[in-house]
């Protein structure tokens, strides 16, 4: 089987933009959240969330989702000539809905409106075409929207596709901070009125974020040969539906543990093989219960290390997953297990390994990575060091 | 000069209210504990298996910043309160 190098990473978040910045964030455990600026809605709190600094962005692309890929992209291609019948695979929930939502607020759907620029980068799909559009990318192109798992999954489609011979493909996901998001998931009470506190005993919800994160997957036998470093390699992915609620994960965490177990299998590798796990971590009661669980019902004791970035960044929904797979990637070559941003008193009803605050100094060898979304979305990957 | 009994108690005291409250022990007092007493005999008073050697494994790490290598050496840790104090101790350096 061929194996699938990540030759290159881009990733920009409510911590800024790269990956050394990022790095360097998750060393400090960094928190990335603040008070949502971006926009106001009568009626509802300013809450904080994990929003891109406007300078990194401003005037780069009339839409942010575009702009945001565009700018994680850039760095994950890093100039290289992408020859060939490749693939771009994008991950989104709302897409290019930011703009949308202002055409809305201007003019109420009414016919005949101008400003109908705002509404070109409402499909979901339109993040790939500028990408591909951009970078003149030919060969296949997706779009992912399967809620917060959508950017896993377009990653391990992309690892897929590698694996049966295609030449490169450039794999990530975004999405911006929007109305829509904000009203939608303070309507289901899921948002916390403090930073997010994953896994901690008084955790009260998700805190929201934005951004994109990129990375250019090649085969690795071609990426050596052409003497790209390779960063880590993507060994699995399994993706599975809990076929239980629209919103809230199965209780026990079936269909968590069971993409754990498929992505595990597609690696093939034991479960008492992975150091870290990056887990999905919202900090939501149900999905941190049902995720330790899941965690608790694969491992045998003392398992892996465990940590949720979204302390950081926040939830960046369809942009998490690729984020995630970035933090991933960092952990395994700089071996550096990532701690918990806002984990203090963890909940003593989760047996989980917490990575020790302030991060961890270790070898690590194989990552796993959770994504698991509303309608029971679950997406893990698996990512294991490169061989030096 | 007296050295600090508070000082010198510190990290087995702290061991001691941590295993009571992380295990929810009812009945024990963290004072009571020896520290040389066996956590995991089979006749322990403490009562402890191997789930609860997991969660005071987790609980360890995340209050001291230390982490148990995963090859088996932390059965020999948790024999006792001191041998716990002693690894602590050294992976901090």
Known sequence: ?388 | MKANPDTQQALPGQLKTLLVETLRLEGVKPEDIDSSEPLFAPDSRLGLDSLSALELLSAIEFKFNVVFANDGSARQHFESISTLAAFIESAKG
């Not at chain 1, 003019?107 to 979901?124: I, V, Y």
């Not at chain 1, 559009?133 to 992309?158: D, K, M, P, V, W």
Request: with cysteine.
């Open chain 1, 1 to 388: 089987m061929r194996g699938v190098a990540i030759t290159g990473l881009g990733i920009v978040s409510g911590l800024g933009v790269g990956a050394a910045t990022h790095l360097t964030a998750l060393r400090a455990a960094r928190s990335g959240l603040r008070p949502l600026s971006l926009f106001s809605l009568p009626g509802l709190p300013v809450l904080p969330v994990g929003e891109v600094d406007e300078e990194l962005i401003r005037g780069q692309h009339p839409s942010r989702s575009v702009a945001l890929a565009l700018l994680a992209a850039r760095q994950a291609v890093a100039g290289h000539a992408l020859a060939g019948e490749g693939l771009v695979a994008v991950g989104t929930t709302t897409g290019g809905i930011q703009e949308s939502e202002q055409h809305y607020l201007r003019h109420r759907g009414q016919e005949g409106r101008p400003d109908r620029q705002l509404l070109k980068h409402h499909p979901a799909g339109a993040i790939a075409d500028v990408l591909a559009s951009e970078f003149a990318l030919g060969g296949e192109r997706q779009t992912f929207s399967t809620a917060c798992s959508s950017s896993a999954n377009a990653i391990g489609y992309g690892a897929a596709c590698i694996r049966q011979g295609k030449p490169w493909a450039l794999v990530g996901g975004v999405d911006s901070l929007c109305r829509l998001t904000y009203a939608g998931f303070h309507s289901l009470k899921l948002l916390s009125s403090e930073p997010c506190r994953p896994f901690d005993l008084h955790r009260q919800g998700l805190s929201l974020g934005e951004g994109a994160a990129f990375l250019l997957l090649e085969d690795e036998d071609q990426a050596r040969s052409r003497g790209a470093s390779v960063l880590a390699r993507v060994t699995g992915w399994g993706c599975t539906s809990d076929a239980h609620h629209m919103t809230a994960p199965h209780p026990e965490g079936r269909g968590a543990m069971e993409a754990m177990t498929a992505a595990l299998a597609d690696a093939g590798v034991e479960a008492s093989a992975v150091d870290y796990v990056n887990a999905h971590g919202t900090a939501t009661p149900a999905n941190d219960r049902a995720e330790a669980l899941a965690l608790a019902a694969l491992f045998k004791p003392p398992g892996p290390l465990v940590s949720s970035t979204k302390g950081s960044t926040g939830h960046t929904l369809g942009a998490a997953g690729a984020m995630e797979a970035v933090f991933c990637v960092l952990a395994l070559g700089a071996g550096f297990a990532p701690s918990t941003a806002g984990l203090t008193e963890p909940d003593p009803l989760l047996s989980l390994r917490h990575v020790p605050p302030g991060g961890l100094v270790a070898p690590l060898d194989v990552a796993l990575s959770n994504s698991f979304g509303f309608g029971g979305n679950n997406a893990t990957l698996v990512f294991a060091r490169a061989a030096p």
